[in-house]
C-alpha cells in the first residue's frame, strides 16, 4: 500500500513561482510513475504533467508547458512540480497520483490511470 502526500502550496502572486512536493509512505515508490492533476472551481480536474518511474520521460498539458517543470529526485523519490510565472488561472487543488509503471517507458496521463491518490494541495494566484 502507498500513501501519497503532497506538499507546497500556498497563495502566490501572478508571475510568482512555487515548488509543490510529492512524497510516498511504502517501498517501491522509485518504480512508480507519477503524475500532477488539478482541479479548478467548478471545473474538472484536469492533467498537469507526468513523470515515468525513473525520471527519464516527463509530459505537460499544453498550457504550462515552458513554466511548469516536473522531476523526481531519485535519492529520496520525492517528485516536485516547479510552477514559474503562475497565472490566476493556474489557481487549483493540486494533486499527486502514482501507479507502478517499473520499465514502462512513457507516463500515465490519464486519471484513471492512477492508483493512489493525494488529498491535494490548495494553490493560489492572486493579488
Known amino acids: 500500500q502507498v500513501q501519497v502526500v503532497e506538499s507546497g502550496g500556498g497563495l502566490v502572486q501572478p508571475g510568482g513561482s512555487l515548488r509543490l512536493s510529492c512524497a510516498a509512505s511504502g517501498r517501491g515508490f522509485s518504480r512508480y510513475g507519477v503524475g500532477w492533476f488539478r482541479q479548478a472551481p467548478g471545473k474538472e480536474r484536469e492533467f498537469v504533467a507526468a513523470?515515468?518511474?525513473?525520471?527519464?520521460?516527463?509530459v505537460y498539458v499544453d498550457s504550462v508547458k515552458g513554466r511548469f517543470t516536473m522531476s523526481k529526485d531519485s535519492s529520496s523519490d520525492i517528485v516536485y512540480l516547479q510552477m514559474n510565472s503562475l497565472k490566476p488561472e493556474d489557481t487549483a487543488v493540486y494533486y499527486c497520483?502514482?501507479?507502478?509503471?517499473?520499465?514502462?517507458?512513457?507516463?500515465?496521463?490519464?486519471?484513471?490511470?492512477?492508483?493512489?491518490w493525494g488529498q491535494g494541495t490548495q494553490v493560489t494566484v492572486s493579488s
Open positions: 497520483a502514482a501507479k507502478w509503471a517499473y520499465l514502462r517507458s512513457s507516463p500515465f496521463r490519464k486519471e484513471d490511470d492512477y492508483e493512489y
Open positions: 513523470t515515468t518511474w525513473n525520471g527519464a520521460n516527463i
